[in-house]
């Protein structure tokens, strides 16, 4: 393959990655004129000759250094395929990153990259609350390889993270991992205050690497690598494939830092396959239209919910006058709130069901950054593997229900949002407090 970067410019001028996402990484001359990369489905690929085969599997298996402008070639769908190679030249267009992988789905992203840059006896600090799925793996797997998981609550200031990592035995920090906006509450975490913290701890023999899952904002939205983290990651299930019809996960950073998240992920098996990469080809063409239609809505509606008489609270990120902190971050770190919406409903569980069971447009189902809007009950569903107890301390409540808004009309949004309110009545705390 020719190098992408040569079709990355006109005239000298740097092209935008929204326009890229139609042809950077291919050209249509290598598939008879096809405008569009086939799908190369293909489990092997054939040597030209023996001596092929044997530069291929030194630089696979790193016997040698590559010679400069030398590319490992195509041996087994495994380790590489052209439909994956194009994606990941395009993955890495929005976030500025020299290097992407793609994953079989996000949480096999971030297992294999976790596995790849831990070992037994380092410790992870870790914010919370993360993603259900995130956190056992923090929490439960990681124990079983002597890896220690130890979370760092929304509230905490720099100086209690800083104290936080201090307790930590000297040598034994290896990494810092960050949800951000954190699901399902939209808290935000300090990247700089991270990458600070990290390089502070870190040395050239044991580096801390600050690794940030980036799904909910990602990649037009904020840009992790720009604040200092060391690795991207995202449930390409999400906004990057955007159409509630794949699976698939992807993780970004240095070359050096990649070549040993490739490496575990050949061994693990982890890999994307070439049909999945294709579809995430095709969504990563209308990626910014998606995202930016849903954020725009996403804003209308979380303003509307944040006048309702059932709604106690809203969790959006323009909605941040009462936190000072959080505001600042947002306007460092994101380039817009996004589309997803957090609220607490008055009453309790049993209010959140049923407004829940009561929508008609809006689907009730799990995940987010699909076309179509989504509604979720996070403590009993997404978030149920985590303790009571440590939910109310995250901020996660049984009144709170969660909401992707997709790309639909706002205003019919809203018209099943009010008779999904409607559907609840007005408890009686309420009716109390409007008499008075």
């Given at each position: 393959?020719?190098n992408?970067?040569?079709?990355?410019?006109?005239?000298?001028q740097?092209?935008?990655?929204?326009?890229?996402?139609?042809?950077?990484?291919?050209?249509?001359?290598?598939?008879?004129?096809?405008?569009?990369?086939?799908?190369?489905q293909?489990?092997?690929?054939?040597?030209?000759?023996?001596?092929?085969?044997?530069?291929?599997?030194?630089l696979a298996?790193?016997?040698?250094?590559?010679?400069?402008?030398?590319?490992?070639?195509?041996?087994?769908?495994?380790?590489?395929?052209?439909s994956?190679?194009?994606?990941e030249h395009r993955?890495?267009?929005?976030?500025?990153?020299?290097?992407?992988?793609?994953?079989?789905?996000?949480?096999?992203?971030?297992?294999t990259?976790?596995?790849?840059?831990?070992q037994?006896?380092?410790?992870v600090?870790?914010?919370?609350?993360?993603?259900?799925?995130?956190?056992?793996?923090?929490?439960?797997?990681?124990?079983k390889?002597?890896?220690?998981?130890?979370?760092?609550?929304?509230?905490?200031?720099?100086?209690?993270?800083?104290a936080?990592?201090?307790?930590i035995?000297?040598?034994?920090?290896?990494?810092i991992?960050?949800?951000?906006?954190?699901?399902p509450?939209?808290?935000?975490?300090?990247?700089e205050?991270?990458?600070?913290?990290?390089?502070?701890?870190?040395?050239?023999d044991?580096?801390?690497?600050?690794v940030?899952?980036?799904?909910?904002?990602?990649?037009?939205?904020q840009?992790?690598?720009?604040?200092?983290?060391d690795?991207?990651?995202?449930?390409?299930?999400?906004?990057?494939?955007g159409?509630?019809d794949?699976?698939?996960?992807?993780?970004?950073?240095?070359?050096p830092?990649?070549?040993?998240?490739?490496?575990?992920?050949t061994?693990?098996g982890?890999?994307?396959?070439?049909?999945t990469?294709?579809?995430l080809?095709?969504?990563?063409?209308t990626?910014?239209?998606?995202?930016?239609?849903?954020?725009?809505s996403?804003?209308?509606?979380?303003d509307?919910?944040?006048?309702?008489?059932?709604?106690?609270?809203t969790?959006?990120?323009t909605?941040?006058?009462h936190?000072?902190?959080?505001?600042?971050i947002?306007?460092?770190?994101?380039?817009?709130?996004g589309?997803?919406?957090?609220?607490?409903?008055?009453?309790?569980e049993?209010?959140?069901?049923?407004?829940?069971?009561?929508?008609k447009?809006i689907?009730?189902?799990?995940s987010?950054?699909?076309t179509?809007s989504?509604?979720?009950h996070?403590?009993?569903m997404?978030?149920?593997?985590i303790t009571?107890?440590d939910q109310?301390?995250m901020?996660?409540?049984?009144q709170?229900?969660r909401?992707?808004i997709g790309?639909?009309?706002?205003?019919?949004?809203?018209?099943?949002?009010s008779?999904?309110?409607?559907a609840v009545g007005?408890?009686?705390?309420?009716?109390?407090?409007e008499?008075?």
């Open positions: 393959m020719t992408p970067h040569d079709h990355a410019h006109i005239g000298g740097q092209l935008r990655p929204e326009s890229l996402m139609m042809s950077y990484g291919y050209t249509p001359a290598w598939s008879e004129g096809a405008i569009k990369p086939p799908i190369f293909t489990s092997t690929f054939v040597f030209k000759n023996a001596e092929e085969g044997k530069a291929f599997f030194e298996y790193g016997l040698r250094q590559a010679n400069p402008d030398e590319e490992m070639g195509l041996i087994y769908s495994r380790l590489n395929n052209p994956l190679e194009i994606l993955l890495t267009l929005w976030d500025g990153a020299e290097e992407a992988a793609s994953f079989a789905s996000g949480m096999a992203a971030i297992s990259t976790l596995l790849a840059l831990l037994p006896g380092d410790v600090l870790h914010s919370e609350p993360v993603y259900g799925g995130s956190d056992f793996f923090l929490k439960n797997v990681l124990r390889f002597g890896i220690e998981a130890q979370g760092f609550l929304p509230t905490a200031t720099p100086e209690q993270l800083e936080q990592a201090a307790a035995a000297p040598g034994r920090l290896a990494m991992f960050v949800e951000t906006p954190a699901n509450t939209n808290h935000l975490v300090d990247l205050a991270c990458a600070a913290l990290a390089r502070q701890y870190g040395s050239a044991k580096p801390v690497r600050l940030v899952d980036n799904t909910f904002l990602g990649p037009v939205f840009h992790p690598l720009k604040h200092g983290a690795v991207v990651l995202y449930s390409a299930t999400k906004f990057l494939g159409h509630s794949l699976i698939a996960g992807a993780a970004l950073a240095s070359k830092l990649m070549k040993e998240i490739k490496a575990m992920r061994f693990m982890t890999m994307c396959d070439p049909n990469g294709w579809m080809m095709r969504s990563l063409e990626l910014k239209l998606r995202m930016e239609r849903a954020a725009t996403a804003q209308v509606i979380a509307w919910l944040r006048q309702h008489p059932l709604v106690a609270r969790y959006y990120l909605h941040l006058e936190c000072p902190v959080q505001q600042d947002y306007q460092r770190h994101c380039l817009s709130p589309s997803m919406i957090s609220f607490d409903i008055k009453g309790g049993a209010e959140a069901f049923r407004f829940l069971n009561a929508l447009l689907k009730l189902a799990v987010l950054g699909g179509e989504l509604a979720e996070p403590a009993t997404t978030h149920s593997d009571p107890a109310l301390e901020g996660i409540t049984s709170m229900i909401l992707s790309v639909e009309d706002p205003q019919d949004l809203m018209l099943d949002l008779q999904a309110f409607e007005m408890p009686k705390e309420v009716r109390v407090a008499l008075a």
